[in-house]
């Protein structure tokens, strides 16, 4: 399977910028995920910590694109 993306520059430099960068986002996303998921199972904390870590990674995973972290 061959994709071809155009972007007209400058106008769509963002929309370009992100497509290069996507790879790098995964990353970021994944990486958080897991800062996130480990904290909560073995971090020591207030409730109050707690409810905001998983408001935080509730908020990463409705947010990002389906199949992001497969």
Known sequence: MKVTLEFTLPE?????QDALQGPAYHRALREIDDYLRNRLKHGTMSNEMRNELEAVRRLLLEEAPP???E
């Open 67 to 69: 199949g992001w972290d």
């Open 12 to 16: 769509d430099a963002w929309e370009h």
